[in-house]
């Protein structure tokens, strides 16, 4: 199983971004699929999830500026990130839980500055 994410960038404190991941490979019962984020120095935390019956878990550090979402085609996921602030800079990762195991992709760098 691969995971693809793309979406990375830099942005200015108040801009949006939107985050995409795609799986792909030998994908059999998807769990949930969501996203992590990394600062420096410090482990991997929870950014938001969406389950596969579509109910979302959110940081609450996010509530209310980001979306997580399943996207048209299979295995996709997206997170839309609006109103950002520097403290939301950071490597996000997505990631995919199936049941036969944890997956993650490579890390995407989103740098919120003016």
């Known amino acids: 199983v691969q995971l693809q994410a793309y979406g990375g960038g830099l942005v200015q404190p108040g801009g949006s971004l939107r985050l995409s991941c795609a799986a792909s490979?030998?994908?059999?019962?998807?769990?949930?699929m969501g996203w992590y984020r990394q600062y420096p120095g410090k482990l991997r935390e929870l950014v938001a999830v969406i389950r596969n019956s579509n109910i979302t878990n959110y940081s609450d550090s996010v509530k209310g500026r980001f979306t997580i979402s399943r996207g048209n085609a299979a295995n996709t996921v997206s997170l839309q990130m609006n109103s950002l602030k520097p403290e939301d800079t950071a490597v996000y990762y997505c990631?995919?839980?199936?049941?036969?195991?944890?997956?993650w992709g490579q890390g995407t760098l989103v740098t919120v500055s003016s």
């Open positions: 990631n995919l839980v199936l049941l036969s195991g944890n997956f």
């Open positions: 490979g030998s994908i059999s019962t998807v769990v949930f």
